[in-house]
């Protein structure tokens, strides 16, 4: 047809392949990368290498997207003198000048790599604000290292010389209507891509791929330093790191106030399993043997299961999360790291050595593995999961029916609760955590059950009544299983959903969740009501304790069934400002100051009480002991201590 002759077929050819050169740069200087740091990131098979390699095209090609935005756009806009020589002498300096800054980060790295063991991220204009001889390290970097300068130089002029040997000739539209049209499709083409591209994929089901991501298909985690590329991690770092060391108070006080290891000493002859629950947005609103205290009028419960397993359990109607999101939980429960205003598993120190649970049981001879019946690598999960060294992971792939697929999130709970209570215990001891997924938005329950379970007065209600009956089948199903009798089991929330009574609209109740520990075996004792301040985080070392783990254990948390009694230090953050429960008073601090005290029954953060306190000796201790936690956390994160 005529009206597709107007077609600029050979300008979108060019750009494809101008493109594609980028790609193939970004996989030379990831081998030089490699081989420039070998001795850090073990690689064990060229076959392993090229798997890595192959990964990392996801993180290239959201690089590449942001570097050659403007490029791109330039070079398909219909002004008609696209193909003329000096356009297309500017689209070349733009080219290599966007191209060459972000690639030469990449060659950066093969030495800041040895010494940070991270690829470059924006941290790096935190580092650099605090030195002033920043350009006397560049240039004896370049003295030691020349090769790595001689490298850049010689991938850049071949860079330079192929793009050259592919050339627009100049041509002019005859047709400027048929022109016009074709190009503002082909441009809308190219942004959903584009969008596509920068995010990871098209699913609804994840968000942008970040740091974490890289992780999802190493062995060891140093190697998602191999998937990632430094352009990418500097790019997704920007404006999103608030990690900032901090003196407040000396080593001493932090050691005495703060205590962040912990000894315990319990004898265990015969090691428990351990199975923990991390359920989609577990409020403790929803569930009822929470709520026997709290007056609320014409309570409901949406819980009846976990109802009755919390009047044989030990439970703690006072926990709050230690984040927003269901990655903070992940890193909460399981390592004992909540998240403040940034999350810490999307921050440039996500990916270092992390004593956890994970690590404790692995030291103790447990088969650790993780469950979540979305794609694999979802929210993150797998990822971090391999930084903190679970030896299994199975998500949707490995449940291989999909069939069951709730068509947005994951396998639906009851299906895949079932795999879990079959799949686990082929060896023991054994330390298996799942994430269920199907109380979530959109709020469905699976066809054949329409009509079973009440609506209730929001969404999120019909949903958790379906996430507690799979619950429930789990059970009936776990009981056959010879390593039942066992085991404990461990329930709490990722974080909270959809709110309606108003006493679960208050602030700190907004990170109200609820932690069940609950075991068919007598010995450990797991019975009771505990109404002292929980979070998350003390669900860690409360398992290290109960294993009979030893050793010193690095926690901001506590173990809740120990005699030892650590001092409860309750942390989270709204996502702008700091949040703290120590003694009678919630602190809430701004990274610098203290900027609100509020009595602890004041889960509305209602009456600020700074001004009438000023000279309490116990809320001048309190605002010491924030602070103090916070340098603390700070120093442990980004000087990658957190083990």
Not at 241 to 268: A, L
Not at 562 to 568: L, Q, T
């Amino acid at each position: 047809m005529k009206f597709f002759k107007e077609f600029r077929k050979q300008e979108v050819l060019v750009l494809l392949y101008r493109i594609f050169l980028a790609y193939f740069f970004y996989q030379i200087a990831r081998f030089l990368f490699w081989y420039f740091n070998k001795e850090l990131i073990k690689v064990d098979s060229v076959s392993d290498y090229f798997g890595l390699a192959f990964h990392g095209i996801a993180f290239d090609t959201t690089a590449i997207l942001y570097v050659n935005a403007l490029f791109i756009l330039l070079s398909l806009v219909p002004i008609v003198i696209n193909t003329k020589k000096v356009y297309q002498k500017v689209l070349f300096w733009l080219y290599f000048i966007t191209n060459g800054i972000a690639y030469a980060m990449n060659f950066g790295d093969f030495v800041y790599f040895k010494f940070a063991q991270t690829r470059l991220t924006s941290a790096a204009f935190q580092v650099a604000q605090h030195e002033s001889n920043i350009l006397k390290v560049f240039t004896a970097s370049i003295v030691q290292n020349p090769f790595i300068l001689i490298w850049f130089v010689v991938l850049m002029w071949l860079w330079i010389f192929l793009y050259k040997k592919v050339k627009i000739e100049e041509s002019k539209p005859v047709k400027l209507i048929p022109y016009f049209i074709l190009s503002v499709v082909t441009l809308c083409l190219t942004a959903v891509l584009c969008v596509g591209g920068i995010r990871g994929d098209f699913k609804h089901s994840t968000r942008p791929i970040n740091l974490v991501d890289a992780n999802r298909f190493v062995k060891i985690p140093s190697q998602g330093n191999l998937v990632l590329n430094s352009t990418f991690s500097f790019f997704r770092t920007l404006n999103t790191n608030s990690f900032k060391e901090v003196h407040f108070v000396d080593e001493k006080f932090i050691n005495e106030n703060i205590q962040p290891y912990k000894i315990y000493d319990r004898k265990v002859a015969n090691k428990p399993n351990i199975v923990i629950f991390i359920v989609e947005s577990f409020s403790r609103e929803y569930s009822g043997a929470f709520n026997q205290n709290t007056k609320i009028k014409d309570y409901v419960s949406y819980t009846p299961f976990l109802d009755s397993l919390a009047g044989q359990s030990l439970i703690f109607p006072n926990t709050f999360a230690n984040g927003r999101q269901s990655i903070h939980g992940m890193s909460s429960v399981l390592a004992g790291i909540p998240s403040l205003t940034d999350a810490f598993t999307s921050s440039p120190y996500s990916n270092q050595k992390i004593q956890s649970i994970v690590s404790v049981c692995n030291d103790l001879g447990y088969d650790t593995s993780f469950y979540h019946g979305a794609p694999n690598g979802s929210m993150g999960f797998l990822g971090f999961g391999n930084i903190l060294g679970f030896k299994h992971y199975f998500g949707k792939t490995e449940y291989n029916h999909d069939e069951d697929f709730d068509g947005m999130w994951a396998i639906w709970d009851e299906p895949f609760l079932q795999y879990f209570a079959k799949n686990v215990g082929k060896k023991q001891p054994f330390m298996a955590t799942v994430f269920t997924a199907s109380s979530h938005h959109p709020f469905k329950i699976p066809e054949k059950y329409n009509g079973k379970f009440k609506k209730g007065t929001n969404q999120m209600h019909e949903p958790m009544q379906y996430t507690d009956y799979s619950i429930k089948k789990y059970f009936e199903t776990a009981k056959k299983q010879p390593w039942y009798n066992n085991t404990i089991f461990v329930f709490t929330g990722d974080h909270t959903n959809e709110i309606y009574y108003p006493e679960y609209q208050k602030a700190m109740n907004r990170f109200a969740v609820p932690i069940i520990l609950y075991s068919p075996n007598p010995e450990y004792n797991l019975k009771g009501v505990n109404l002292e301040e929980a979070q998350q985080i003390d669900i860690y070392p409360t398992l290290a304790d109960l294993i009979g783990y030893n050793k010193r254990i690095r926690s901001w948390g506590r173990s809740l069934v120990s005699d030892r009694k650590y001092p409860a230090i309750i942390a989270n953050s709204d996502g702008g400002v700091e949040q703290f429960i120590i003694g009678n008073y919630i602190y809430r601090f701004d990274g610098k100051n203290v900027v609100g005290i509020f009595d602890k029954s004041d889960l509305g953060l209602e009456k600020n009480l700074m001004d009438q306190l000023k000279s309490n000796p116990e809320v001048q201790k309190g605002q010491e002991i924030a602070k103090a936690w916070y340098q603390d956390y700070m120093d442990r994160v980004i000087n990658r201590k957190l083990y």
